[in-house]
């Protein structure tokens, strides 16, 4: 008998961002967030505004059975305004709470870069990229050059195809379409391709759905079928190249 995956939890120890490229157009945390700006009392009082919240910081170190964490799902913990020292804090408390896999998803590739040497990283901490379009496949070289135990890729919303993504030591990639009011739909080719070329490569590979007015009205079959896969959770960061200083330093040549 299979024993049951761990729950999800959401954990914000920042909440509030800014828009950095086309996918954050429609983006459903400010949507949220926004609703409340103005409500006193409220945790969204001020809207999508960046604001720290060290009174959560301990949160995870009180969940006592195994969950995953998805870490900052109203905000990017690599947001050039959350300070570097706080940035830490999170990444000390997910090494700690060792129970839990965390998931790290960012489109500041570049911020990521720069304080990946300064950060623990435990086998516990999933660290991701958002890729919406071709555009932005840069970030994937990035993530490449970080030394997570396992490294994905979002390509939700996703807004075109995504020719160009290396899928090189890239352990799972999850896609979906867009949700609310102003979607824009993703066409069943991009779908098609990046599932195919996943399956060649060996990545895990997960369709979200196809995004609707509501999220998961457009249903999540994909040709017929639920793509539900997950990477292997690994004991140890692997191996991506001799030296990860060199790694690092190459990725922020092309990215500059």
């Known amino acids: 008998m299979q024993s049951e995956a761990p729950q999800w939890e959401s954990w914000n120890p920042v ?3 800014t828009h950095v490229s086309d996918g954050c157009r429609h983006c459903y945390a ?4 926004e609703r409340w700006r103005g409500i006193a009392g409220h945790h969204y009082e001020h809207g999508f505004d960046l604001r720290l919240w060290p009174d959560r910081l301990a949160l995870p170190l009180r969940w006592k059975k195994p969950r995953r964490v998805f870490v900052t799902s109203m905000s990017d913990l690599f947001h050039e305004a959350i300070p570097d020292d706080y940035v830490r804090r999170v990444f000390a408390v997910m090494e700690q709470a060792n129970w839990h896999d965390f ?3 960012t489109k500041r590739e570049r911020r990521m870069l720069d304080l990946a040497p300064t950060l623990p990283w435990p086998p516990n901490v999933h660290m991701g990229v958002t890729i919406e379009s071709d555009k932005y496949v840069r970030r994937a070289d990035a993530l490449r050059a970080v030394p997570a135990a396992v490294r994905h890729i979002s390509a939700e919303p996703l807004l075109g195809p995504l020719e160009r993504l290396d899928l090189t030591v890239i352990d799972f990639v999850i896609a979906g379409g867009e949700s609310g009011p102003q979607r824009r739909p993703p066409r069943a080719e991009w779908l098609r391709d990046l599932r195919d070329r996943c399956v060649a490569a060996n990545v895990a ?18 040709d017929g ?10 004991a140890r960061p692997p191996a991506s190249a001799s030296d990860p200083a060199a790694d690092q330093a190459s990725a922020q040549q092309r990215l500059w």
């Open 15 to 17: 909440t509030g961002c």
């Open 30 to 33: 400010e949507r949220f967030a």
């Open 103 to 105: 998931h790290v998803l």
């Open 205 to 222: 590979f997960a369709f979200k759905g196809w995004g609707g007015r509501t999220q998961g009205e457009g249903g999540r079959q994909l």
């Open 225 to 234: 079928r639920e793509w539900n896969e997950q990477p292997p959770r690994r």
